[in-house]
């Protein structure tokens, strides 16, 4: 059997759990597999890619900043990745590179599946309306929420995704101060976490029984999702999942294989504590 070679492309990618995530995949399914870490300056992305694929390389996991390079240098993109404007899965086939965006089913997978979180008719707030957001909207949708609002520091962002996703569904967009009622699911994607800054959000939109998910995880609760339980959210959830889940589809994209993810995720969520 010769060896099937896939690595996660982007600057930086030295702490990316990709390589951890892909090879325990590969050890579970009996997959030989090599799976590296490509270190990138900017300005060099399609040349790098295009020599991969050259060199025999199956599939490469895109992260930042990245994303929207590997979405226009794709021959083919799946229906999710042309909405998200954005790829985060390229694969190699006969048929030339096709992009895939497992962000959102990553999300959704761990929002639904993993946690038992019900999307079907909830009201759902998502703040932000960057690169990340927009990867996610499509699958969540798909969910067919009551009601999906976008809100954003700069609400004329929120309102050009609202524009993009009308017809996918019940989609709206909010600027902070207007947001009314509360909401049954609040997801954080804006990058506020990473500087352990808060999006400026209304406590008004929690009840007790709403679950919070910050899209970013690490070995404490983000600064966001503290402050949810600050505020008295009891279920605050972080993005580990949505990491493991997205690597998943993308593995299955690349073999045709479904791993198991539960193992690899305890054993990430050990570590990090
Ligand atoms: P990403 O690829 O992570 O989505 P991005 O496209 O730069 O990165 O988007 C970052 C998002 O986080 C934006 O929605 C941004 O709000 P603005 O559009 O108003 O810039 C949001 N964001 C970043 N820092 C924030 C902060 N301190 N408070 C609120 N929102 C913040």
Wanted: glycine share 10%; proline share 5%; aromatic share 6%.
């Amino acid at each position: 059997m010769s060896t099937m070679h896939c690595a996660v492309i982007g600057y930086p990618v030295a702490h990316s759990k990709s390589p951890r995530i892909h090879s325990a995949f590969a050890l579970q399914l009996g997959l030989d597999l090599a799976y590296g870490a490509i270190e990138i300056t900017p300005g060099t992305f399609a040349e790098q890619v295009q020599k991969r694929f050259q060199e025999g390389y199956t599939g490469l996991n895109v992260t930042v900043p990245y994303k929207e390079e590997a979405y226009v240098l794709a021959d083919e993109l799946s229906p999710r990745a042309r909405l998200a404007a954005a790829v985060n899965t390229l694969h190699h086939t006969p048929d030339g590179i096709v992009g895939h965006n497992t962000d959102g089913i990553g999300l959704v997978h761990d929002l639904t599946e993993r946690q038992s979180v019900e999307l079907h008719g909830k009201r759902i707030l998502v703040l932000g309306a960057g690169g990340a957001v927009r990867g996610v909207l499509g699958p969540l949708l798909e969910k067919q929420p009551r009601e999906l609002v976008v809100t954003n520091r700069t609400v004329l962002k929120a309102e050009q995704l609202r524009d993009i996703f009308a017809p996918f569904g019940p989609i709206h967009a909010a600027s902070m101060d207007d947001l009314s009622g509360t909401f049954d699911v609040v997801i954080n994607g804006t990058s506020a976490s990473l500087q352990g800054a808060l999006p400026n959000m209304p406590a008004t939109v929690l009840r007790p029984d709403t679950v919070t998910y910050d899209m970013m995880y690490g070995a404490n609760d983000t600064a966001f999702n503290a402050w949810a339980q600050s505020q008295g959210v009891t279920r605050t959830l972080d993005g580990l999942g949505m990491l493991v889940s997205q690597a998943a589809a993308a593995f299955t994209i690349w073999t045709g294989l479904t791993p198991d993810a539960e193992p690899v995720m305890t054993a990430l969520r050990r570590e990090l504590t």
